[in-house]
Each structure stands twice: as C-alpha cells, then as structure tokens.
C-alpha cells in the first residue's frame, strides 16, 4: 500500500517539477537516483535473473546481436542510457580499446557502472568512458565526437514522445554518415491499449510514470520528421528477455535516408 501511494505521489511530483522549469530528464533521473540508491552491484548479481532488467546475460545476446548487424571491433560505440551496465562488459571486451562510451542521466546507476566494472578481472577491461549525462548535451561531454553504432536498450520506453524526438534529434548530430542507432520500444496496440492502468480507490490510474508505450505510426512520424529511416528487426520477437514475449517489443536499426 505505501509503496503504491509513492508511486502516486511521483504524478503530482511531476507537474510541480514541470512548474518550477525542470524538465522530464531530471525528474526520471531523480526517481532512478532515489531508487538504486541502496543498490550495490553484489545485490544485482545475487539476483541471478535470467530475464528482466537486472538479467546480466542480456548484454551478452544484444553484442551477439549487433555482430550479425555489421558491429565492427574499431566502431565508435555509443551506449546512450547506458544503466548499470549490463551491455559494457561484452562491449568492451569486444571492441577495441577506447572505442566504448556509456552515458546515463542518472548519477546513481553510473556508480553501478563503475563498480560493476571494477567487481570484474581487470585483464578483460579495456579503455572505455562512463558519463552522467543529465543537465548536459552530449557535445558538452564529448565534443563534436561521432558514432558508427548507437545503443538505446530499455531506454525510449522510459521516456514521453516528445522527449524521444529530442534525444533522436541529439544522436542524430553525433551519428556517422553510415552509422546506425539500434532502439527497442513497448509497441502499443488495440490487445495492448497505449498505456496500462490500475485501479486505486475507485479511480484509474495510469501504473507507471515512467512507462510509455509508442504505435507504429508515432515512430515512424518521429522518423521522417528527422529525416531518418528505420527497420524492425525481426530476430527480436525470439530474443526473449521478458517473461512475457517480444510481440509487442520492436527492435529497430535507424540509419540517415539516402
Ligand atoms: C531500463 S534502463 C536500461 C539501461 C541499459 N540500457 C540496460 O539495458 O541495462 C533505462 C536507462 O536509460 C536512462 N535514460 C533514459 N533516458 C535517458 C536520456 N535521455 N539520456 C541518458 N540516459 C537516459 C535511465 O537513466 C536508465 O538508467
């Protein structure tokens, strides 16, 4: 019961924040660096889960993934939301050294980041660099820097739609000529209206603040808009890191238009 009247309380939170000028980016961040905030990476490992967010094996198949998909050791690999970093440790052993950069809003899971790595035996880990990106552009942290391969894992689904046109906006500067940005997102459909609800004294409520689900049609305007074409990869309906399945969940390649 108290946990569900503070997740209620994050709505109202949300449109003081709005009111005082802060933006979507740092009201997420504060509700993520609340919450991990006790969290240490020994806890994240003796989870030992197999599916879901805190399943380490998921970095894993994504890199196997990318490689079928033209990853390349000497790629400049971009991880944009990069969490605790379940997706680094395979990247890094992958890729060449310094070729790995990670950035998340929240300051809490780069510190799971940071020791996750440092939990690990040092010989596999290469040169790489972790930002806490709220508040900051990506130029602000890394220059005028472009990428060959960009990561949004987990990420889009956690933000609103206007948000996700801006940081395709922003990617879209520091992405190569041929480069490519992978993201997955919550489908919605008619089986799965736009966002899920749960009931609370006799009212409906929307279940998560933090929890967006896209038509087709929304990401493909978002696309053209930026003049940016995508295509769903299909591989992704077997990927299977929910207990549920991936019907609903896309996982796109974007790259510019010819
Ligand atoms: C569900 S987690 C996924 C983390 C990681 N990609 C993974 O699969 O383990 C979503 C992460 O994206 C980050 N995030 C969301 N929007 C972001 C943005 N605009 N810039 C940077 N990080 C963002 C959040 O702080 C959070 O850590």
Redesign the pocket.
């Given at each position: 019961m108290l946990t569900k009247i503070k997740w209620i309380l994050l709505f109202p939170l949300r449109y003081i924040f709005l009111m005082l000028g802060y933006g979507w980016?740092e009201y997420?961040?504060l509700i993520?660096n609340r919450q991990d905030r006790d969290i240490s990476i020994k806890d994240i490992k003796d989870k030992k889960h197999k599916k879901h967010?805190w399943a380490l094996e998921?970095?894993n198949k994504?890199k196997e993934l990318f490689i079928k998909k033209g990853l390349k050791k000497s790629d400049d690999f971009l991880?944009?939301?990069?969490?605790?970093?379940?997706?680094v440790l395979p990247l890094i052993k992958y890729l060449d050294k310094n070729k790995y950069i990670g950035?998340?809003?929240?300051k809490e899971?780069i510190r799971l980041a940071n020791e996750f790595i440092a939990s690990l035996n040092t010989k596999v880990i290469k040169k790489h660099r972790f930002f806490v990106?709220?508040n900051k552009t990506i130029k602000d942290l890394v220059g005028e820097i472009k990428f060959d391969k960009i990561?949004?894992?987990?990420?889009i689904?956690?933000?609103p739609l206007k948000?996700v046109h801006?940081?395709l906006f922003e990617l879209k500067k520091h992405l190569k000529k041929k480069g490519k940005i992978f993201f997955d997102y919550q489908s919605s459909h008619e089986n799965i209206p736009n966002d899920y609800f749960i009931s609370f004294m006799g009212f409906t409520l929307k279940r998560s603040v933090k929890d967006f689900r896209f038509s087709n049609k929304d990401i493909s305007n978002v696309m053209d808009g930026l003049g940016l074409k995508y295509k769903e990869l299909k591989e992704f309906e077997k990927f299977q890191d929910s207990i549920t399945s991936n019907h609903y969940k896309k996982l796109v390649m974007v790259q510019f238009k010819d």
């Open positions: 980016r997420y961040s993520i967010f998921i970095g994504v991880d944009y939301g990069c969490g605790y970093g379940r997706m950035m998340d809003l929240s899971r990106s709220v990561l949004m894992y987990s990420v689904s956690h933000n948000e801006k940081i």
